[in-house]
């Protein structure tokens, strides 16, 4: 699998789900631990959510000025930002408000709406990118012998835009029996 937006989602919602079940004891992980470790997490999310989009305006229109480079920075900044939050290991450790079997349940449930919501998200990235597009072409057709490069340039991009849509393979709902995959 090699979906870096759903990684980051499914990787969000596992220490989300983790630490929503920590049982807070006198003398080991407290509640300001555990908002510390939320306030991280909620950074990351907000990179990831901009991250998404900002990967669908390039795919549509091709390096820009400085989007590449914050494309790149927020990438960058969300990486260092894992490595300081509490990690996978540590979280296992932590004891738990409620008995293995039930979280587990609880965790495939947030894995799974996680899927979901990336797929939503991605979704929203694309109309809004594509929406944007056509109101250019729209203004743009106006005066369509004046605007015939920029046209076409636009154009182009709707057209990227449609070819990333076909190369995208649904997350599916499990109870439908197909499997879900990414390209």
């Not at 979280?103 to 939503?120: G, N, P, R, V, W």
């Not at 998200?121 to 012998?145: H, I, V």
């Amino acid at each position: 699998m090699d979906c870096p937006s759903l990684d980051c989602a499914i990787k969000l919602s596992i220490w989300e789900c983790y630490l929503s079940e920590v049982q807070l004891v006198p003398g080991g992980i407290n509640e300001a631990v555990v908002l510390a470790e939320c306030g991280k997490l909620a950074l990351i999310e907000q990179r990831h959510n901009e991250i998404l989009f900002l990967r669908w305006r390039l795919r549509a229109e091709g390096v820009e000025d400085g989007l590449g480079d914050r494309l790149e920075k927020l990438t960058n900044s969300n990486n260092v930002a894992w490595e300081e939050v509490i990690t996978y290991d540590r979280l296992q450790l932590l004891p738990r408000k409620i008995e293995d079997d039930i979280f587990f349940e609880k965790l495939i449930s947030y894995t799974s709406k996680a899927a979901f919501k990336c797929q939503e998200m991605e979704k929203k990235a694309e109309n809004l990118e594509r929406n944007s597009l056509l109101d250019d072409l729209l203004l743009l057709k106006r005066n369509y012998t004046a605007n015939a490069e920029l046209i076409r340039e636009t154009e182009l991009k709707l057209s990227n835009i449609e070819q990333c849509c076909g190369s995208e393979t649904k997350v599916s709902d499990p109870s439908s029996g197909s499997r879900s995959s990414w390209e």
